[in-house]
């Protein structure tokens, strides 16, 4: 009898577990998810049809992933209008500013492995950024300006939360944006003959926006914080995440340099004209070379260089969704996951939204009006990518364009609608 009863434990703990590692891969099974009306669901390919025959944008590619399983995901209109090319579901996008998430899942892998803390300042690992000082008084004609003592030094947490006074490069603010430009620092979209570490340290020696940890401000945190990851690990950023991250997630179409085999799927750029016409991307545009993801670079922006597809970025949210593991790998410890996605901040950084340790988190006043619930975690990229994960509704999706500006900015939010509406 007891031999039969250990049997039966032994029987139901590996069942459990077989139950337990599915819900951690995402699977593209043929058997309908019980939860989707796929009659609604089908409403997005009218949706998205509808903007590509009007001319409102060239290509898109969405994946939805509920309950771990894939339950739509396609390519829409042209990855190269010119050439005809139709846009294929693993077509690759320069993802710009999703590099951020990924970048920020890396500080805290080195914080999980006790090599560093959250409250550490920046000047432990680069000297350079102790006692900064904050922008006082600017001087446009000339770029002089005066400064005042910063009344503490920036932190790690400071910088995966956006509040440590840095601006942004080219994307930034007026002011900032000239200083920086005096000072030969860039976006991190595009190529760059510099050296990461040097480009940081010059960064160390201007002026903060305002005063750490008083208000939220987009900037070069990520950039930096992928220069301290170099340091710490004694790799180079591009060698980390892939051993970290992509190599045991499996994430195959994720790089900074794009290999040549795989240049066939990278995606064209597109813009907009003086008439809202979507024209090609003019190299050279904003300092971006569009070919970017094809040139060698060594020069890793944590902020914006990486290039992914819709599936590889669903399988690193969904290793969030999953508590820091995936497929039986611990990328990052439950409790840091929690930390990640728990609000960080005292005000709301948009007037909706809080911010986590390196993604918006959807605050219960925003949610009040909008489709995903609050705890939903979400941020996007530069060329028009845009992801979010809904922890209430086990929902991953990612809508994947490549044109900036927008002036049909709209299908994101109806994308994320007709979502919603198909959910039983």
């Given at each position: 009898m007891l031999i039969k009863m250990r049997k039966q434990i032994a029987i139901a703990i590996f069942l459990f577990q077989v139950v337990v590692c599915s819900a951690?891969?995402?699977?593209?099974?043929?058997?309908?998810?019980?939860?989707?009306?796929?009659?609604?669901?089908?409403?997005?390919?009218?949706?998205?049809?509808?903007?590509?025959?009007?001319?409102?944008?060239?290509?898109?590619?969405?994946?939805?992933?509920?309950?771990?399983?894939?339950?739509?995901?396609?390519?829409?209109?042209?990855?190269?209008?010119?050439?005809?090319?139709?846009?294929?579901?693993?077509?690759?996008?320069?993802?710009?500013?999703?590099?951020?998430?990924?970048?920020?899942?890396g500080i805290l892998i080195l914080y999980d492995e006790g090599k560093l803390s959250l409250n550490d300042p920046v000047s432990k690992y680069i000297p350079v950024f102790a006692h900064q000082n904050v922008l006082d008084s600017f001087h446009a004609p000339d770029t002089t300006f005066t400064t005042v003592p910063a009344k503490r030094d920036i932190t790690i947490k400071d910088l995966l939360t956006h509040t440590s006074g840095i601006d942004y490069a080219v994307?930034?603010?007026?002011?900032?944006?000239?200083?920086?430009?005096?000072?030969?620092?860039?976006?991190?979209?595009?190529?760059?003959?510099?050296n990461l570490q040097d480009a940081m340290k010059r960064l160390g020696k201007l002026p903060l926006a305002f005063q750490p940890g008083t208000q939220w401000r987009y900037g070069l945190n990520t950039d930096l914080l992928g220069d301290i990851i170099e340091i710490v690990s004694g790799m180079s950023l591009e060698g980390f995440l892939h051993k970290k991250i992509f190599e045991p997630l499996q994430m195959i179409d994720t790089y900074f340099n794009l290999p040549a085999n795989k240049f066939d799927?990278?995606?064209?750029?597109?813009?907009?004209?003086?008439?809202?016409?979507?024209?090609?991307?003019?190299?050279?545009?904003?300092e971006v070379d569009a070919d970017y993801p094809k040139i060698i670079k060594r020069y890793f922006s944590g902020g914006a260089g990486l290039s992914s597809t819709a599936y590889d970025y669903a399988v690193f949210l969904q290793m969030i969704m999953n508590g820091g593991t995936y497929n039986g790998k611990t990328i990052l410890c439950k409790r840091t996951v929690e930390m990640m996605l728990h609000p960080q901040l005292d005000f709301l950084f948009n007037g909706?939204?809080?911010?986590?340790?390196?993604?918006?988190?959807?605050?219960?006043?925003?949610?009040?009006?909008?489709?995903?619930?609050?705890?939903?975690?979400?941020?996007?990229?530069?060329?028009?990518?845009?992801?979010?994960?809904?922890?209430?509704?086990h929902l991953v999706c990612l809508i994947m364009t490549q044109q900036t500006p927008d002036s049909h900015y709209q299908l994101a939010q109806q994308f994320e609608q007709l979502v919603y509406a198909s959910l039983k």
């Open positions: 951690q891969t995402i699977k593209t099974s043929s058997s309908p998810n019980s939860s989707v009306d796929y009659k609604r669901l089908s409403n997005i390919d009218t949706l998205i049809n509808g903007y590509i025959n009007r001319g409102w944008i060239k290509g898109v590619v969405t994946i939805v992933v509920k309950d771990g399983q894939v339950v739509q995901y396609k390519g829409y209109g042209y990855a190269d209008a010119a050439a005809k090319k139709p846009m294929q579901a693993n077509s690759i996008f320069r993802i710009a500013s999703q590099t951020k998430a990924i970048v920020s899942a994307i930034g603010t007026d002011k900032m944006n000239a200083i920086y430009a005096k000072n030969d620092l860039h976006s991190g979209i595009g190529a760059f003959d510099q799927r990278l995606t064209s750029v597109y813009t907009e004209d003086s008439l809202h016409q979507i024209i090609p991307w003019p190299k050279g545009k904003m909706k939204d809080n911010f986590g340790l390196g993604f918006e988190i959807t605050s219960d006043k925003s949610s009040a009006d909008a489709s995903r619930n609050a705890g939903s975690f979400s941020w996007g990229g530069f060329f028009g990518t845009t992801y979010w994960a809904d922890p209430k509704e």
